[in-house]
Nanobody, 129 residues
Framework: QVQLVESGGGLVQPGRSLRLSCAAS????????IGWFRQAPGKEREGVSC??????????ADSVKGRFTISKDNAENTVMVYLQMNSLQPEDTAIYYC????????????????????WGQGIQVTVSS
């Protein structure tokens, strides 16, 4: 059974850090990507970052480059994908989702939500003083 479960969200002050975790299970091959997306109220869902499980390559949205870092940790039946978020700003406030995508994906579509087929339930991140 395919499952993606996010954790680690919450309320944080501007300038501080937060690490999100995504537990991905039920996938039988390593030929896929896990992406992080976010959706703020009244806005479209946007891609934040992704990592390819086969070769570890990554991609970031311009708005988070230099502040966010994606990483992975393979366990026996579950892959953990982390999003380390530093220097958080109020505009980072959103519901964050992790999602699975089958490969291959064109480079320009790596952060396109339509490329992703399984989604977690989402977790709230609020940046406020």
């Amino acid at each position: 059974q395919v499952q993606l479960v996010e954790s680690g969200g919450g309320l944080v002050q501007p300038g501080r850090s937060l690490r999100l975790s995504c537990a991905a299970s039920g996938f039988t091959l390593d030929y896929y990507a896990i992406g992080w997306f976010r959706q703020a109220p009244g806005k479209e869902r946007e891609g934040v970052s992704c990592i390819f499980l086969n070769d570890g390559s990554t991609a970031y949205a311009d708005s988070v480059k230099g502040r966010f870092t994606i990483s992975k940790d393979n366990a026996e039946n579950t892959v953990m994908v982390y999003l380390q978020m530093n220097s958080l700003q109020p505009e980072d406030t959103a519901i964050y989702y992790c999602a699975h995508a089958r490969l291959p994906i064109f480079d320009r579509l790596r952060l396109n939500p339509t490329m992703y087929d399984y989604w977690g339930q989402g977790i709230q991140v609020t940046v406020s003083s």
